[in-house]
T-cell receptor, first 109, second 112 residues
Framework: GENVEQHPSTLSVQEGDSAVIKCTYS??????FPWYKQELGKGPQLIIDIRSNVGEKKDQRIAVTLNKTAKHFSLHITETQPEDSAVYFC????????WGAGTKLIIKP | SQTIHQWPATLVQPVGSPLSLECTVEGTSNPNLYWYRQAAGRGLQLLFY??????ISSEVPQNLSASRPQDRQFILSSKKLLLSDSGFYLC???????????FGQGTRLTVV
C-alpha cells in the first residue's frame, strides 16, 4: 500500500527566511498531493494542493513542487512570518489520503 | 456550503467510563467519513473510515468502535475507556475519490 514519509519532523527558521518541507511517496498511482496546516488545538486545514499532471503550483508565499519520477513533493514557504508557526502535514492519494507524520514549523522572531 | 460539526470540544472522563463522540456534516450527501487520533499531538492516526451508512472500516485494533447510523452522522464510541485513549480526536469528511479532506475542530479527550 501507499506510504508517505515527511521530513524534517521539526524545522526552525528565522522570520523572513524560507522554509522547505519534503515528502516522498511509494505508490506511483497516487495523483493528488495536498498540504495541510494545523494550528494548536484545531483541526488541519488545506493550504495548497497539486495534482500529478502539474509540476508546480504557487499561491502567494506558498508553493508546492512535484517530481513524479522521483516520487517526491515539497512545500516551500517564503518570507516566513510568526503566523506560519504550526504543524504541517503532507498527504498522497490515489483513492484515499495517506498522511505524512507532520512537521512542526517554528518561526523565530 | 458544507460544514462539519464535532462535539464536545473537550472531555475529561474517568477510566472505565463509556465514550460517545459525535460528528455531523451539513451541505453534502454520501460523504466519506473519518475518525483520526493524535496521541502525540502531531501524527494523524486513522482509526475508522466509512463510505456509507452502516459501512465501517477499522484501521487499527483498539478499545474504540464507530458507527454511522445516518448518511452524515459518524459516532466514535467506547464501552470502557483506558488511560491510553487520551488524545485529540478529529472527525473529517471528503467526497468520494480521495480528494480534499475537511476536518472538524477536534475533541480533546483526557482519561483520568
Amino acid at each position: 500500500g501507499e506510504n508517505v514519509e515527511q521530513h524534517p519532523s521539526t524545522l526552525s527558521v528565522q522570520e523572513g527566511d524560507s522554509a522547505v518541507i519534503k515528502c516522498t511517496y511509494s505508490d506511483s498511482a497516487s495523483n493528488y498531493f495536498p498540504w495541510y496546516k494545523q494550528e494548536l488545538g484545531k483541526g488541519p486545514q488545506l493550504i495548497i494542493d497539486i495534482r500529478s499532471n502539474v509540476g508546480e503550483k504557487k499561491d502567494q508565499r506558498i508553493a508546492v513542487t512535484l517530481n513524479k519520477t522521483a516520487k517526491h513533493f515539497s512545500l516551500h514557504i517564503t518570507e516566513t512570518q510568526p503566523e506560519d508557526s504550526a504543524v504541517y502535514f503532507c498527504a498522497g492519494s490515489n483513492y484515499q489520503l495517506i498522511w505524512g507524520a507532520g512537521t512542526k514549523l517554528i518561526i523565530k522572531p | 456550503s458544507q460544514t462539519i460539526h464535532q462535539w464536545p470540544a473537550t472531555l475529561v472522563q474517568p477510566v472505565g467510563s463509556p465514550l460517545s463522540l459525535e460528528c455531523t456534516v451539513e451541505g453534502t450527501s454520501n460523504p466519506n467519513l473519518y475518525w483520526y487520533r493524535q496521541a502525540a499531538g502531531r501524527g494523524l492516526q486513522l482509526l475508522f473510515y466509512s463510505v456509507g451508512i452502516g459501512q465501517i472500516s477499522s484501521e487499527v485494533p483498539q478499545n474504540l468502535s464507530a458507527s454511522r447510523p445516518q448518511d452524515r452522522q459518524f459516532i466514535l464510541s467506547s464501552k470502557k475507556l483506558l488511560l491510553s485513549d487520551s488524545g485529540f480526536y478529529l472527525c473529517a469528511w471528503s467526497v468520494k475519490g480521495g480528494t480534499e479532506a475537511f476536518f472538524g475542530q477536534g475533541t480533546r479527550l483526557t482519561v483520568v
